[in-house]
T-cell receptor
Framework: GAVVSQHPSWVICKSGTSVKIECRSL??????MFWYRQFPKQSLMLMAT?????????EQGVEKDKFLINHASLTLSTLTVTSAHPEDSSFYIC???????????FGPGTRLTVL | AQRVTQPEKLLSVFKGAPVELKCNYS??????LFWYVQYSRQRLQLLLR??SRESIKGFTADLNKGETSFHLKKPFAQEEDSAMYYC????????????FGKGTLLTVNP
């Protein structure tokens, strides 16, 4: 099946710094990539949708200047959490879908802890 | 707005017992419904989708448009079925965004 990787798997940073998370589709071209946030014992909340080569579409309530998303190629999308604060600590998950768009393949997630 | 409701946070059954995980949705159009599963320390993965009408690992789910439900069922639960189960809805369109329910943690006891 299709594989999606994320890097890093976990990161700890100081408040005020920026953190970049990478999402890669390893064996297929990802037409669309999605970024989710998951709080402990809660469901996944969609943050944004990105299509290769175009600007990401953010969900209501998600600050686009804080969560910068770049989808520069068909196999790579990045999420940068700018000026991170402790409340940004969470589990960030990406997913990718191919040309049929129906099925999303999920990455393993990245645990971000902001001190 | 579309919404997915999974009324049970936790569900515990004994091995060999039938299991049903409930999912109700709210959507004005024609939805596509999915069940995703997340085993301990693993990533989220697709279990089944209503359009394929297939049975995966003994699980089935039928879309009931009248009751706006998509309950997941298995006649005989196994210990390896213990996991977090998420019901999800896609409104289609150009990106197939998914709206997830809050999930049900299924524990199958020996």
């Amino acid at each position: 099946g299709a594989v999606v990787s994320q890097h890093p798997s976990w990161v700890i940073c100081k408040s005020g710094t920026s953190v970049k998370i990478e999402c890669r589709s390893l064996d297929f071209q990802a037409t669309t990539m999605f970024w989710y946030r998951q709080f402990p014992k809660q469901s996944l909340m969609l943050m944004a949708t990105s299509n290769e080569g175009s600007k990401a579409t953010y969900e209501q309530g998600v600050e686009k200047d804080k969560f910068l998303i770049n989808h520069a190629s068909l196999t790579l999308s990045t999420l940068t959490v700018t000026s991170a604060h402790p409340e940004d600590s969470s589990f960030y998950i990406c997913s990718a879908s191919g040309p049929t768009r129906v099925e999303q393949f999920f990455g393993p997630g990245t645990r971000l802890t902001v001190l | 707005a579309q919404r997915v409701t999974q009324p049970e946070k936790l569900l515990s059954v004994f091995k060999g017992a039938p299991v049903e995980l409930k999912c109700n949705y709210s959507y004005s159009g024609s939805p596509e419904l999915f069940w995703y599963v997340q085993y301990s320390r693993q990533r989220l993965q697709l279990l089944l989708r209503h359009i394929s009408r297939e049975s995966i690992k003994g699980f089935t789910a039928d879309l009931n448009k009248g009751e706006t439900s998509f309950h997941l069922k298995k006649p005989f639960a196994q210990e390896e079925d213990s996991a977090m189960y998420y019901c999800a809805l896609s409104s289609g369109g150009s990106n197939y965004k998914l709206t997830f329910g809050k999930g049900t943690l299924l524990t199958v006891n020996p």
